[in-house]
T-cell receptor, first 116, second 116 residues
């Protein structure tokens, strides 16, 4: 299947700092990417839909100023957690929709964020 | 509103036997897609199988098959000849039109344990 690369896989940061997570589609162009958050032993919660060349669409309850999304090219979307706090600690997963084959979403390996 | 329900938080299966993971869904959109993903302990989401709402035949991918019963709104995953490496979390997902566009939502997941 298609490959989505997510970096970094793990990050530990101090409270108040900002963290950027990158999501790349390696072998296809993705006009739409998605950012999910997953708490331990829970399902994936959609945070926002990232659209190339336009503003991201955030889900209800997700702070757009807190979670900045930039989709500057057809292969790269970034999520920046600004002024991170311990409650932002979570597993963040990106996915990209392969536009041709059945609209399947392929996922990155995830980023485990720990805010001290 | 669309909804995905997985009622089995955990399942046990003996190695080499078949197992069925349940999934029911609800949507008012006549055109939708159903997916199953596997999430091992590493956290990566692995795409397994896809079923379109207009597909006449049940999808199959190797040892995975999807038992699609449209009238009952169920999309159960059948894993044949279970292997130890199948132990993981399994998520059912649906992509359908919602307020704000197409979205993919996930069920709560089923943790599968394969016994030797």
């Amino acid at each position: 299947g298609a490959v989505v690369s997510q970096h970094p896989s793990r990050v530990i940061c101090k409270s108040g700092t900002s963290v950027k997570i990158e999501c790349r589609s390696l072998d296809f162009q993705a006009t739409t990417m998605f950012w999910y958050r997953q708490f331990p032993k829970q399902s994936l919660m959609l945070m926002a839909t990232s659209n190339e060349g336009s503003k991201a669409t955030y889900e209800q309850g997700v702070e757009k100023d807190k979670f900045l999304i930039n989709h500057a090219s057809l292969t790269l979307s970034t999520l920046t957690v600004t002024s991170a706090h311990p409650e932002d600690s979570s597993f963040y997963i990106c996915s990209a929709r392969e536009p041709v084959a059945k609209n399947i979403q392929y996922f990155g390996a995830g980023t485990r964020l720990s805010v001290l | 509103a669309q909804k995905i329900t997985q009622t089995q938080p955990g399942m046990f299966v003996q190695e080499k036997e078949a197992v069925t993971l349940d999934c029911t869904y609800d949507t008012s959109d006549p055109s939708y897609g159903l997916f199953w993903y596997k999430q091992p302990s590493s956290g990566e989401m692995i795409f397994l199988i896809y079923q379109g709402s207009y597909d006449q035949q049940n999808a199959t991918e190797g040892r995975y098959s999807l038992n699609f019963q449209k009238a009952r709104k169920s999309a159960n995953l059948v894993i044949s000849a279970s292997q130890l490496g199948d132990s993981a979390m399994y998520f059912c997902a649906m992509r359908a039109m919602n307020t704000g566009g197409f979205k993919t939502i996930f069920g709560a997941g089923t943790r599968l344990f394969v016994k030797a």
